[in-house]
């Protein structure tokens, strides 16, 4: 037995706090009876229906690897009617991103309609390795560098930077070119990780994501999984 949000969610209908809502405002039933409940569980011979629609049990999982363009948003829907991640694939699944990038930061951001890969990746027990290619305004110092080896602390807590190379350094644009691996799921944390070390970040770019690196993917290019790479994640 689950608790019928968490299926109504891993089954890719929407997320958890979505379900929740919809079971508080009585629109789930379970064998055709209204459930406004948080905590009834249900199990696989129960019939779950939203709004008198039965759900699909057997949704086909997709999985996809974008090239996140600059001015698109990371999530399913926006209020505003801006452009999201999701517009950029073409599939006739319910998608979602994994995680979110920030509206102006580019590069790999995953999306698919299963939620329980995503509730897996998201949960901070899980730990993934983010890397992240920073153009940083004004050149690096030695303080900075050493603060990054020792583990930066932000509002309260200890960033765990798992790798960082300075690429290079750009008198001339006085810039500087970071790489950085770090295991964080706090928004905008590479931008308050560099802000505390007093570096504000000019253009930052998520080049992998696990084991993931956008390889040839252009600006909002995108791919599907291979079975081997979904796999994997699931592995962890
Ligand atoms: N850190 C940020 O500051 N922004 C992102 O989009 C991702 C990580």
Do not use: W
Request: glycine share 6%.
């Amino acid at each position: 037995m689950e608790r019928l949000q968490k299926v109504i969610a891993n089954l890719g209908y929407c997320s958890r706090r979505k379900a929740e809502e919809l079971i508080l405002n009585n629109e789930v039933s379970v064998n055709g009876v209204i459930v406004n409940k948080l905590g009834t569980k249900v199990d696989n011979n129960d019939t779950i229906e939203i709004n008198g629609k039965m759900l699909n049990k057997q949704t086909n999982k997709v999985y996809y690897m974008l090239n996140k363009p600059r001015g698109v948003i990371s999530s399913a829907e926006d209020e505003k009617n801006r452009k999201t991640v999701v517009d950029l694939i073409d599939t006739d699944q319910r998608i979602y991103p994994i995680g979110r990038l920030d509206y102006d930061t580019t590069g790999l951001i995953l999306l698919t309609n299963d939620g329980e890969l995503t509730n897996m990746l998201i949960h901070p027990s899980y730990e993934v390795p983010k890397g992240y290619l920073a153009k940083l305004k004004g050149i690096i110092d030695k303080d900075a560098i050493q603060k990054l080896k020792d583990g930066p602390i932000v509002e309260g807590r200890r960033v765990e930077v798992v790798d960082f190379k300075i690429k290079k350094k750009d008198p001339i644009k006085d810039a500087t070119y970071i790489l950085v691996t770090i295991i964080e799921g706090r928004n905008h944390i590479v931008k308050k990780l560099f802000k505390s070390l007093g570096y504000d970040v000019d253009k930052l770019t998520r080049v992998s994501y696990d084991f993931l690196t956008l390889g040839n993917l252009k600006s909002g290019e995108y791919r599907p999984l291979t079975i081997k790479e979904v796999k994997k994640l699931y592995n962890k």
